[in-house]
């Protein structure tokens, strides 16, 4: 700053421009397809996508013979109807570890990253729904001279 700025003018030619965010490219494999890992809880699932006619295979089965239950059913399409895509694309999902629930939570994630890994504008809304945002809780671990977590076996003073 070895010159002193006599004016507003003079003070806005020196403003250096402002970064710009990170820019996301597509990320699609030889087969046409993008690829993403969802986690929740316990459960971690591997996701594929490419276009198609809507099929959900999870673990080699339908998504209505492995997700009974239509709440899991309803939050797995969550992110596909929040970015108007709903029926536009296949998913193949494995997934391992955790209960049902944890593992629907898995394939929300893992679906929600390869949607933003196969087209980047939909980022901002898949973001707005807190879609691409892993729940990192966990179940606690049990402590020793605990009955759980937290609770101590029952006192007595008999």
């Not at 809880?41 to 594929?48: E, M």
């Not at 239950?69 to 536009?88: F, H, T, Y």
């Amino acid at each position: 700053m070895a010159e002193t700025v006599q004016s507003m003018e003079g003070l806005a030619s020196l403003k250096t421009a402002a970064p710009e965010g990170p820019k996301y490219v597509q990320k699609i494999d030889a087969q046409g397809r993008a690829y993403a890992t969802g986690k929740r809880k316990n459960a971690v699932a591997r996701v594929w996508i490419k276009p198609g006619s809507g099929k959900i295979l999870v673990n080699t089965k339908t998504v209505e013979v492995f997700f009974a239950r239509p709440v899991l059913r309803m939050l797995i399409q969550q992110p596909l109807v929040a970015a108007n895509r709903a029926g536009q694309y296949d998913v193949i999902c494995t997934v391992s570890g955790g209960g049902l629930s944890g593992q629907a939570g898995a394939v929300r994630h893992g679906l929600a990253k390869a949607l933003t890994n196969f087209e980047p504008d939909l980022r901002g809304a898949l973001k707005r729904g807190g879609f691409l945002t892993r729940d990192s809780r966990v179940v606690e671990r049990k402590k020793y001279g605990k009955a759980k977590a937290r609770r101590s076996f029952q006192f007595s003073k008999r």
